[in-house]
């Protein structure tokens, strides 16, 4: 199994896998929402068997965490999905350890995603910072995790929105340390 970054030319054949995933109503889930009209980060893997079959996808995607005027660029892990053939084989863990050094490279930082504690905690995630945020729609309070590595505290109560609501928005580089107000 190779794991390698996504390109372009997998765009298609990640949309099939997505597909068969998550099923056509993917496209109205709120993860959909938020990820607006951007196009995926660099920092985006695929992983193909021998014969070049996809087995494997996780995306990252902008998005922005906005409070009081002020914006964060945020990175958003998902869609991440293995082909049924290739489940509970461990690459499902290898794509996500795997992605994550290379956001970690690309100091994409905090990265926020809508997903299963038991399946992301031990990678890093929780959702003791996002209680009090809110989506373009709906979601269950405990399975949005935020990972958060060198970043300083986000604000408590905020608005995740997709990345290009972010030009509405005065961009915070350098947040004062005591947000909790924001
Ligand atoms: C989630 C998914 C990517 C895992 O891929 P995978 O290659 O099977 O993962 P791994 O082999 O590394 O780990 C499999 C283990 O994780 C567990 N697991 C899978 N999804 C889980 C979840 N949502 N919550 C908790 N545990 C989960 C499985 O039960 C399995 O345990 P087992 O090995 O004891 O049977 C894959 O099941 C998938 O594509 N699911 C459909 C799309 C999806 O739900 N994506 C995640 C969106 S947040």
């Known amino acids: 199994m190779l794991i390698r970054p996504a390109t ?5 054949d990640i949309a099939a896998l997505l597909d068969e995933a998550f099923g056509p109503a993917r496209r109205t889930r709120t993860a959909a929402l938020l990820r607006g009209g951007s196009l995926p980060l660099p920092a985006s893997l695929v992983a193909r068997g021998e014969d070049g079959t996809l087995a494997g996808s996780l995306q990252f ?8 005027g002020a914006a964060w660029p945020l990175t958003l892990l998902g869609p991440m999905a293995v082909a049924r ?8 863990r290898r794509l996500l350890a795997a992605a994550l050094d290379r956001a970690d490279a690309a100091g994409l930082d905090p990265i926020v995603l809508i997903g299963d504690l038991p ?4 990678a890093g995630f929780s959702a003791v910072e ?6 373009p729609g709906p979601v269950e309070r405990d399975r949005l995790l935020l990972r958060r590595r060198t970043a300083p505290p986000l604000p408590m109560v905020a608005d995740l929105v997709p990345a290009e609501r972010a030009a509405r928005c005065v961009t915070r580089a350098d947040p004062s340390p005591n947000l909790a107000d924001a």
């Open 61 to 68: 995607f902008p998005v922005t965490l906005a409070a009081a």
């Open 119 to 122: 399946y992301y905690g031990p």
């Open 130 to 135: 996002t209680g009090d945020w809110h989506l």
């Open 8 to 12: 372009s030319a997998d765009a298609a």
């Open 85 to 92: 053939a290739a489940r509970s084989q461990g690459l499902g």
